[in-house]
T-cell receptor
């Protein structure tokens, strides 16, 4: 079965600082989904990566998938308090997102 | 607005009691999912359904049951056989096809009295 490891498990950064969250798979990924979750709420879809070397950006968040399609990174530039939450990566092992395996999440706190 | 509605937001279960968590979607999605989230363990798949009147066990189905009588609804029953039901339960749905993300409800937090 596919396993996903996220690092770090938790992160505290000062507002305005940059940060990177990593997601590493034990197997080649058909697709990699990034979600954000606020405590006690559902998951909000951020981005999906499918091709080796692919990079996508939305506002101040950039996600990349390496050429071997086994590692993804999520980079936040100039962090803001609104970026605080839990970031989860989900791996697609079938090519259709019909069954995702999720990492354990990275808890991000942004201090003023 | 289209979306996924989970109810109730908070639920308490007594020993030996079955409880049912509701999940309704108006996105016209074919597939629906139930996940359990525990601190530090991410999301684990309980059951999923890709079509009405059909569903499959996920990784941790023991102690749970589901039904899919309507496309819009996928209720989850936590039975008395589930000895450690305290967790945050998330329902999701998916439009079948390439490059489509799963959409999530706001979750139900279940606790034991």
């Amino acid at each position: 079965s596919q396993e996903l490891e996220q690092s770090p498990q938790s992160l505290i950064v000062q507002e305005g600082k940059n940060l990177t969250i990593n997601c590493t798979s034990s197997k080649t990924l058909y697709g990699l989904y990034w979600y954000k979750q606020k405590y006690g709420e559902g998951l909000i879809f951020l981005m999906m990566l499918q091709k080796g070397g692919e990079e996508k950006s939305h506002e101040k968040i950039t996600a990349k998938l390496d050429e071997k399609k086994q590692q993804s990174s999520l980079h936040i530039t100039a962090s803001q308090p609104s970026h605080a939450g839990i970031y989860l990566c989900g791996a697609d092992g079938t090519g259709t997102a019909s069954k995702l395996t999720f990492g354990t999440g990275t808890r991000l706190q942004v201090t003023l | 607005d289209g979306g996924i509605t989970q109810s109730p937001k908070y639920l308490f279960r007594k020993e030996g009691q079955n409880v049912t968590l509701s999940c309704e979607q108006n996105l016209n999605h074919d597939a629906m999912y139930w996940y359990r989230q525990d601190p530090g363990q991410g999301l684990r798949l309980i059951y999923y359904s890709q079509i009405v009147n059909d569903f499959q066990k996920g990784d941790i189905a023991e102690g749970y049951s589901v039904s899919r009588e309507k496309k819009e609804s996928f209720p989850l029953t936590v039975t008395s056989a589930q000895k450690n039901p305290t967790a945050f339960y998330l329902c999701a749905s998916l439009r079948q096809g390439q490059n489509q993300p799963q959409h999530f409800g706001d979750g139900t937090r279940l606790s034991i009295l």
